[in-house]
């Protein structure tokens, strides 16, 4: 059976603290894994990750993958209350994107 | 283009009526998901299109979910008959392929069924 799971299951930081968010994965035919944020309504698309190693930035925050490990980590520095949010990875099997619970981060001021 | 795009953003509806939600695709995409998300259960994929023919639809809970795709870039899911544990937040997503590519989401439906 296909599995997500990320960890922790929340998090409450202050601001300018560095985090790091957890997906474990097992599905099977594997594409891609992508790494969404979600405030108040829809999901938003952070990174898409599919080859080992590759370290992706976008300015705060950036993510690795390990396709042998089967897990990807999301790292945010110097985090801003404007970072608070649920955090879902998706690993995409070509079918589906299969979504984790999601770590909820909190960043007090 | 104004991404994906449902409606409605909000329905109330009493056990047992008829719920219909709607999903526009962004233009040239061609695959559409469903999800629906709860506190219990976080995001759940319902069913699949790929070029308007249901791929996979084994997420869809009971034969009271049904769902469509008349034309490239419109969609509908429908409960009927509705029930309190239907009430959720359900969002559509389209993705242009099914591989190395985002999905992108809508605002979502939050339904209440009471």
């Known amino acids: 059976e296909d599995k997500v799971v990320q960890s922790p299951l929340s998090l409450v930081v202050h601001e300018g603290d560095t985090v790091t968010l957890n997906c474990s994965y097992e599905v099977t035919n594997f594409r891609s894994l992508l790494w969404y944020k979600q405030e108040k309504k829809a999901p938003t698309f952070l990174f898409m990750l599919t080859s080992s190693g590759i370290e992706k930035k976008s300015g705060r925050l950036s993510s690795i993958l390990d396709k042998k490990e089967l897990f990807s980590i999301l790292n945010i520095t110097a985090t801003q209350t404007g970072d608070s949010a649920v955090y879902l990875c998706?690993?995409?099997?070509?079918?589906?994107?299969?979504f984790g619970t999601g770590t909820s981060l909190t960043v007090i001021p | 283009d104004a991404g994906v795009i449902q409606s409605p953003r909000h329905e109330v509806t009493e056990m047992g009526q008829e719920v219909t939600l709607r999903c526009k695709l962004i233009s040239g995409h061609n695959s559409l998901f469903w999800y629906r998300q709860t506190m219990m259960r976080g995001l759940e994929l319902l069913i699949y299109f790929n070029n308007n023919v249901p791929i996979d639809d084994s997420g869809m809970p009971e034969d009271r979910f049904s769902a469509k795709m008349p034309n490239a870039s419109f969609s509908t899911l429908k409960i009927q008959p509705s029930e309190p544990r239907d009430s959720a937040v359900y969002f559509c997503?389209?993705?242009?392929?099914?591989?190395?590519?985002?999905?992108?989401f809508g605002q979502g439906t939050r339904l209440t069924v009471v």
């Open positions: 998706a690993p995409n099997t070509g079918n589906q994107f299969y």
């Open positions: 997503a389209s993705s242009l392929g099914r591989v190395r590519t985002e999905a992108f």
